[in-house]
DNA sequence: GTTAGCACTCTTCGATTTTGAGTGCTAACA
DNA sequence: TGTTAGCACTCAAAATCGAAGAGTGCTAAC
């Protein structure tokens, strides 16, 4: 971690000045640019040995001899933690009515995705919310036909599974509401890690004959219970790469791309993300610093939101390095509790 | 349509092998090369006598003179239509063994989008099958809790929907048993069309007090059948684009890869495809045929899947104009084939 | 400690040249 | 009459060259 003693004011000044232009240039930015536009009055000459100093420590790189510098991880990770003052945002009046519209929570999502990816400029995610630990709220079996049942399972935060199974001979009406009642009473309100063996073989000793349509509605339930299998996960603006010189030469845009085509990867930052419990549910990756390795040349900023009962998502905004980090994460947490005033509205 | 008039068997051969050239190298193809690597034993002085009609018939075009020639459209499609031979190709066992793993439906496309991807080295698309006429097969209303009613909706195809409707009170059992009977009594085995407002006037009033839940669960209904909204498309190896130069400066590769993530417009392309009933089911966009906007720079093969239930999926290809036809048209059928079988294995 | 000055380094950009592939045309040939 | 050799010509792409310019590091003076 960075020492007070490392850097003295003027140093910080100075490497302050050095990202803040570098994040709106992206050009390697020399010392001459520094002595004139900062209030410090200092010549270049002198900057550049200050700057010859902060690359020594770390803070800046020079691309090649005779170049100006631009900021290393170690830098913008400096600017992001202690330099960088949020300016206050104002409310977009056409983003509002955008996400205004949205009925559903899927389209609500994918809005949500568009909206951030053409505000910022930068490739976005959404995931939908899952539940670490949900528990089972609801059971219903019914015949569809003569060799099927429909199992339909509710679970916390109102999210509704479907399996079908396979039977050889149908159940009656009167068998299937006695079996609806005893896995409604028994698994009422439980969580899958509470549902054992006892349990399931104290389960199939009361359904007696019917023991093995109950084995395929448990089997039906854990499946259906599993989380990871049913985020989905939506993105928006990754063509915004190509805006970066850095990161469209044909090597990075492909591995970004095929990130975010092949959910796999943002399914582990997603986890990645909830699984760490930070204060504000901010967080913020640079470089090498990210889960996802494709990434590894961005800057990675993840928002997690909530909905209740446990229910959580995540938000990510992947772009370079010199990202507009100040933008981003107001605009991050305006939608967060946006996001937060409309789930709270709704229930 | 071309004529057979306007081409002798010489110009023929001619262009048959500038086209598999061309389709092979990506470059320009002169006279020098056909007169060497062709059985025509004719000059090189002579094929470019005979490339110069070919140009004025508008088969071949050259990028600037003095330069080789490249296939026009034109030139592709004759080359589809008329010239290539389909060559055998062998059963590939790793691929076959990959899709048989995939259990589920979903994954199972999944796994066809990216194992076509891999075995061609274009970009691919796979649909979920959605049913164009389709039918009720049961609903079922039940309690989740006191304001909450779950309706499941099975349409033919046992394709599930959920919806939940909020009451102001609890139905009671019987209530609710009755509504059940009444709903699957009349609705069952009709189409969207048939629900007319006949028809529900007379539901209202059979049903009571409780007119206005019948009003949602038609509602739900209504909105569950509608077939667009639930039609998934997954994509894989979007990133091979990269592989051919003529797709992958920054202009054509963001189009291309804007249209694969926002899949409004692969959404068209499928549509399209199963709205044209053809005879083998695979079809052939060139250029400018293509629906899609963004792809007129490639060419689209699209195959349709059928399930059996009328439900219908398409499967695509996206790549260069100079697309190895024969393999690409071969690998369609292929798995066209694989997968009837394996679905008809399964019913 | 700060700064002016200067030599030096590198990239970038444009202009120019070179190279090589490929054509079209003409004249000769079978 | 169709085919071919030969040659002049064209043009894109690659290589070469020479500023121009941005920026640095170092030294010496303030």
Redesign the pocket.
Known sequence: MVSEHELNE?KLKILHAIIKTYLETG?????????KYTDL????????????DL?ELGYIV????????IPSDKGYRLYVDMLMEEKEQELNVREEQMLEKADKMEKLLKQVARVLATNTNYATMVSTPVNSANKLKFIQLSMVDEEQIIAVIVLGGNVIKNRIISVEEPLSNENLLKLNMLLNTTLNGMSIEEINLGLIARLKEQAGIHSEVIGSVLDAVADAIQLEEDMQIYTSGTTNIFKYPELSDKQSAQEIISAFEEKQQLTELVTQTLSKEENTGIQVYIGDETPVQNMKDCSVVTATYELGDGMKGTIGIIGPKRMDYEHVLKSMKRLQSELDQMFHKKE
Do not use: D, Y
Not at 41 to 52: F, K
């Open positions: 003027r050009e390697p930015v020399g010392s001459r640019t520094i002595s009055n200092l010549s270049s000459a002198t900057i550049r040995n200050e700057m010859s690359e020079q691309p090649h001899t005779s170049a100006g510098r």
